[in-house]
């Protein structure tokens, strides 16, 4: 559970398992694919992502407008939108929605790195508190982070990768995982996620 997790919306089947092979064998978990918008709400609401890959096009509308709508009523949830059509008539109807970026078919695995990793960047960015405060943080958890763990939470905001995080900080992959596991149980969350809205909840500070 310490990957980032990714839905992938998208209803031409072999380009959604292509997006899960790349982002499976990389530092990514695909948390589902779904092929239509039913499908999509469901896995929003059962098995929540870190992140959402969203055709706009999906069975020939452009279903995937709407569902970034509930996405951000509902989830608050980062997305990246693929796409098509880089039309202005949908770019205009697409840029209120706010994603986090644009993938425009065909790509290639760079592309789709590239994207993901500035979109959640910027989410974090977006979400992050202006002012961590340890002690403040503590106070309201049952059993407080260490020092080290309060500093991978706060690269969890960044969008940092666990290789990104061994990296950083010297250690291996599986001390990382130990950390973000622990962070998990201490916040009682269960992804990337829902780390960033407790925190925000937990320091105060309201979505906009």
């Not at 398992?17 to 990514?28: G, K, P, T, V």
């Not at 995937?64 to 109807?93: H, M």
């Amino acid at each position: 559970m310490s990957h980032i997790r990714v839905l992938i919306v998208e209803d031409e089947v072999l380009i959604a398992e292509d997006i899960r092979a790349c982002l499976n064998n990389f530092d990514y978990k695909v948390s589902g694919v779904a092929y239509d918008q039913a499908a999509a709400l469901n896995e929003l609401r059962d098995n929540p992502p870190d992140i959402v890959l969203l055709d706009i096009n999906l069975e020939g509308g452009l279903e995937g407008i709407e569902i970034a709508k509930i996405i951000n009523k509902t989830y608050k949830l980062p997305f990246i939108y693929l796409t098509s059509y880089a039309n202005r008539s949908v770019l205009e109807q697409a840029k209120p929605t706010r994603p986090m970026g644009y993938v425009v078919k065909p790509f290639d695995e760079k592309d789709l790195f590239t994207a993901l990793e500035i979109a959640y960047f910027n989410y974090g960015q977006l979400m992050k508190p202006a002012r961590w405060d340890l002690d403040k943080f503590n106070q309201q958890l049952y059993s407080h982070l260490t020092t080290k763990e309060f500093e991978i939470l706060r690269d969890l905001f960044e969008g940092k990768t666990n290789k990104q995080l061994c990296e950083k900080h010297f250690v291996s992959i599986n001390t990382v995982k130990t950390h973000v596991k622990n962070i998990y149980e201490k916040m009682d969350v269960h992804t990337r996620s829902e780390v960033i809205a407790k925190s925000r909840s937990l320091l105060g500070i309201s979505f906009q």
